[in-house]
Structures are given as C-alpha cells and as structure tokens.
C-alpha cells in the first residue's frame, strides 16, 4: 500500500512538473464545453438516445415541442420550437428560433448534422447458437471498421415498442449499460501466415457476438409465444422485460444496437484529444445544437432571420428514409413555419425567394492527417487536430461547397477570429459524401460543407482534437451572428 501511494506522488509530481508547450495547455473553457460533448456522446448510443438528449438541453432553455401530426400554432418572433420525427422517441430532430426583427424578407439560416453511426444492430431474428454458445444475431449497418469490434466489451440500446393491458402501444428507451455481449478474435496460433498478415472479416460469419455460455431454453411459464417472440433470443426478450417493468408478451418490437460500454474519454498528455464511439456524427449534432442555444440565449434581439438545426438519421446508408436528410424534413419545415408567420402583404412567390435567400451548414466529420499513413492525404489540404473546422470540397459534387458558399463561411470565420481549414480528397482515392448535396440538390439552398478533423473514422473508437470542440460551436454560432450581414454585402456587390 505504501509503494502504491509513494508511485501515485511520482505520477502526480512528474505530471505537475511537465514543461508543456503552449498548444498542449488547454483552457478550462475548451475542457468544460468537451466535457459536455463528451457527456451527450456517450449517453446517446442510438440515434433515439442523441435525439432525446438532444430534446433535453432544448427544454433546459424553455424550447416549445411542436408535433408534425397537428396543426402548429401561430408562431411569433422571439420564439423557441423544436419537434422529433416519428415521435414519440424518433430519430431526428429539428428546432429553431425566430429572429424578434422576423419581416416578409427573412432567410432561414440551417445547420444539419446527422444522428447515426455505423453499428452492429440486432435482426428480426435474433436467436442464434454455436459451439454450444448463445450468440446474437446482428446486422451491419453502415460502412464501420468492422474489425476494431472484436474483443471489446459490448452492451445493447434502443428504442422497445410494449403494448400495454388495454391495447395502448408505448415506445421505451432502453440501455443495458453493463457489458453483455463479445465478439472474440481469432487466435494468432490458429491462423495462416497468409491471414496473419491481411485480417479480412466476414461480416455474415465472423462479427456474431458472444451472449451466454450456454444454450438458453426457449420461454416458458406464463409467456405466450408467438412467431415474433419465437424468433428471438429469450435471454434478451427477458432482460428487456425486467428492464422495462413489463412482461415479456409486452414487448411487441424494438430497435436494437450494439454499443461500446467505453465512453468517451480524454486523451493525450495535455487531455488535447477526445476518444470514442460515434464521434462522427454525434459531436456535429452536439456542436450544432450547442450553437442554437447560445444564439437562442443572446442573438434574437437582433435577429431576422429563422435559425434552425436539423440532425437527421440514416446519413450512414444514403439518406433515403423518412427520417434521414433525403426526405420532406427541411422543406416541410420551411413551409410550415414560414406559413405560420406570414404576414397579410406576402407576395405569391414569397416562399420560393427565401428559400434562395437562406443558407445551409452541413456539418459533418473531417479527416485529419495521419501520422503515419500521411500520403494517403492530399499534402496541400492536410487539416490538423485542434487547428479548427474544415471546409470540405469535391469539384465531383460529392460535398455542397462552391466559391461562394465556401467564402462565405471563411468570412464568418474571419470576423469570429477563428481559422478555417480546408480538405479535398486525392485524385486518386474515393471521396464519401454527406447530407449537403443532397439537401442542395433537393431545396434549392446554397450550401458548404464543413467539420471538425478527426482520425480514425468508423472506427469504434475515434479520435478528435479537445480544442476542436468549442472551435466549431463559436464558429457556428458566428455563423448564425453574422451570416445576414455578409450575404447582404455579397448581394450589394452583384447589384
């Protein structure tokens, strides 16, 4: 006990005594708004969770819910809403402000991101066995590194459907928490010199994880077995229940994913890196409602325009879904709200000119240079941890960004004092794409696409730089500040 205490006043005494260079220093300020991040991130390990949370810190701050199955009330300038898609517990989520000096001519001023990551998610039927093992049968979903799953300690989230007495259907967030599930490497022993030397994971055969060390009976007692009950894994369905305070017959369908029980953690000698799961997109869905708020706090006073964030689901797999960034989100919303703030000498066409008047941030992750694979980037657009957001650009249309839009937010950057990195991809090498061109292509509305820099994308674990974060929520919030101003000088310059 002794030699433990005497090595922790080592650790602590050579820690203290680190001569760390300034870029290593990070300010209390960068710690406190990470450490929030990191929090939203780690509590969220569905897209329902990251909604909800997100819902939470838009009530903290009095946001008023709207539903999209009922006819909206008159919304007023000065106001806060927000309302989820297929609610209750949806997917994705949108909210907005309404600048106090709101007139005929305002703009609508949209920072999207997206609320999915690639991730094992559980099948219709999940009971599966091998080796005398119950297994769990999942599903890939995405395009994840699927090899930086095996030999971690996994739990299980979602969204569970129960049908109560009296037929009345309840959605539940559920998350297990503890480490249930495992999916374990293969021995270096018993592989090939050929295998050892290209890991290649077949994600059918080799990514089922490890439940139980044994076979589960089939349900029993007073559960009434049905051909969806059937199907499924009974030690699940029983932990649902017990989790849930229901019976197992109550449970009608759910929304299962796979998670690593390992949140979010700081990293580095300094703490100037943040490690973990679902950084690509979560920390845009942080940062971008983090954005919101503080310009809900302090902006409308001045404001004309709508400012509205939008996290959509699916971007992972294309975005063509009810929920994801290729469905009616943005242009029902638009229309809606600006129905409801009409006023009485609208011209006919005045939808149609704010819509070429507004303005979209597509925020999303960005590559960092690697160290060690550094030509796999481009050496002329190589963006740095904790050096700033990245303007994103593909000449092919796989990112929004043109000169305009691209100037536009180097501009923001600019009167905020914050540095705006930039990135393309190698002629050589594919580029991935996100929500910007498609809600450009499917609006109308100017658009760039931008994102913090980080390593190891889809992996299960990533890596982003901590000062990153509040250089992203000041930028955007500048964004919201300052964008009316500059877009009316560019127009002064075309007349």
């Not at 005494?13 to 991130?41: C, F, G, R, W």
């Not at 001519?105 to 991101?113: D, E, M, Q, R, V």
């Not at 928490?177 to 495992?182: M, P, Q, Y």
């Amino acid at each position: 006990m002794f030699l433990l205490c005497l090595l922790l006043l080592l650790l602590v005494s050579v820690s203290s005594s680190l001569n760390l260079p300034p870029s290593y220093k990070i300010s209390d300020q960068h710690i406190d708004i990470a450490t929030s991040a990191m929090e939203y991130i780690s509590n969220s390990p569905s897209p329902n969770h990251a909604v909800q949370n997100g819902i939470n810190m838009l009530q903290d701050q009095q946001f008023i819910k709207l539903d999209e199955r009922k006819p909206w009330p008159n919304l007023q300038p000065g106001g806060k809403y927000y309302f989820e898609r297929e609610a209750p517990l949806g997917s994705s989520l949108v909210a907005f402000t309404v600048g106090k000096k709101y007139r005929s001519s305002s703009c609508f001023k949209i920072l999207g991101a997206h609320t999915d990551s690639p991730n094992l998610r559980v099948k219709p039927k999940s009971r599966r066995t091998a080796s005398d093992l119950t297994m769990l049968n999942v599903e890939t979903y995405g395009g994840g590194l699927w090899h930086t799953w095996f030999d971690r300690d996994l739990s299980l989230a979602g969204k569970v459907m129960v049908r109560r007495s009296g037929g009345r259907l309840e959605h539940k967030l559920v998350d297990l928490k503890k480490s249930v599930l495992r999916i374990p490497n293969l021995a270096i022993h018993l592989q090939t010199p050929t295998e050892r030397e290209a890991f290649k994971v077949n994600k059918e055969d080799h990514l089922q994880p490890i439940l139980a060390g044994y076979i589960s009976k089939a349900l029993t007692g007073d559960n009434n077995v049905t051909k969806w009950t059937e199907g499924h894994e009974p030690l699940i369905l029983n932990s649902l229940a017990s989790y849930l305070g229901c019976t197992v017959n109550e449970i009608v369908d759910f929304e299962l994913h796979l998670y690593d029980t390992l949140g979010c953690k700081f990293n580095g000698m300094g703490e100037e890196f943040i490690t973990g799961s679902r950084l690509d997109n979560l920390m845009g869905c942080f940062v971008c409602l983090r954005s919101l708020l503080n310009h809900g706090s302090v902006g409308l006073d001045s404001d004309y325009d709508v400012s509205l964030v939008a996290l959509f689901d699916h971007e992972e797999v294309g975005s063509s879904s009810t929920t994801g960034a290729g469905s009616t989100i943005i242009e029902e919303s638009v229309k809606r709200i600006s129905m409801s703030l009409k006023g009485e000498d609208e011209p006919k066409d005045y939808l149609e000119a704010k819509i070429r008047n507004s303005f979209v941030v597509s925020f999303d992750m960005a590559h960092a240079e690697h160290p060690n694979y550094s030509s796999k980037h481009e050496k002329y657009h190589c963006p740095k941890l904790n050096s700033g957001v990245v303007i994103k650009t593909n000449d092919n249309q796989r990112y929004a960004t043109n000169g305009q839009t691209g100037y536009i937010f180097r501009e923001v950057g600019r009167r905020c004092g914050q540095d705006i990195q930039e990135f393309v991809v190698r002629n050589d090498c594919a580029c991935g794409s996100t929500i910007g061109p498609i809600i450009s292509s499917r609006t109308g509305m100017r658009c760039v696409d931008v994102g913090t820099p980080q390593l190891s994308m889809h992996s299960i674990r990533e890596m982003g730089g901590t000062k990153d974060v509040k250089m992203a929520v000041d930028v955007l919030e500048g964004f919201l500040r300052e964008f009316r101003d500059i877009d009316d000088e560019m127009k002064g310059e075309e007349e």
